[in-house]
């Protein structure tokens, strides 16, 4: 790779944002193309535009950090991406590297950490925080770790407290896709009911950035 760096950032905080993008620019090697508070327009801006690395905050509006991960890597494939965010669980590091992540950094980490990680993503690296690389060191065979991302997302929204017709328009499902994938849920899972999910959920750290 030559050049510098093209770097997109992805965050609901538009302080965090130009934090992040202040931080970054000051690295002779980086610059930060575009920035985004939602999914949907860093989804739209990918579909249009190329960038090498997209550091992205799981929890964001509209479809969500897992959803916006697995399109535009879906779209881009040699896009890295690498996930900077306040989850520490192993459930959503596990969740985010199903999804495509190529990296994950918790919000913890040191200002140079995270410039450190940007680099390492882009040379092929997957760099991990020493308290996501723990946490997923003690992760156990929960039953949530059996879901895929999507069904992951919509468990999430269910434990939430979300109906089923909510969960539909916030992703942009049918109401019928999404009972089944409730149906999924509750097979896997072994929760029968949206008070079990929510009790899993919350004892798991996994209710953050579902509002």
């Not at 192993?90 to 995270?114: F, H, I, N, R």
């Not at 919509?154 to 089944?180: D, H, M, P, Y």
Request: proline share 3%.
């Amino acid at each position: 790779m030559s050049g510098r760096l093209r770097v997109v950032l992805a965050d609901d905080h538009a302080v965090v944002r130009t934090g992040y993008r202040r931080l970054l620019e000051l690295e002779d090697d980086m610059e930060v193309i575009a920035d985004f508070g939602d999914s949907d327009s860093a989804c739209a801006w990918f579909a249009r535009h190329a960038a090498d690395v997209l550091v992205l905050d799981l929890s964001m509006p509209g479809r969500g950090g897992l959803e916006t991960l697995a399109r535009v890597k879906a779209r881009q494939p040699a896009l890295r991406v690498l996930v900077f965010s306040m989850h520490d669980s192993p459930a959503m590091v596990d969740q985010a590297l199903k999804a495509g992540a190529d990296g994950y950094l918790t919000k913890s980490s040191e200002p140079d950490a995270l410039i450190d990680a940007v680099r390492r993503v882009a040379r092929g690296e997957r760099p991990l925080s020493a308290d996501v690389a723990a946490a997923l060191a003690e992760a156990t065979a929960d039953v949530h770790l059996s879901l895929s991302p999507r069904e992951f997302e919509i468990f999430r929204l269910l434990a939430a407290g979300r109906t089923v017709e909510q969960i539909a328009a916030r992703l942009f499902l049918s109401v019928k896709t999404v009972a089944n994938y409730q149906t999924s849920i509750r097979h896997k899972t072994g929760l029968a009911s949206v008070l079990e999910m929510y009790r899993h959920a919350d004892a798991h750290r996994l209710l953050d950035g579902t509002e």
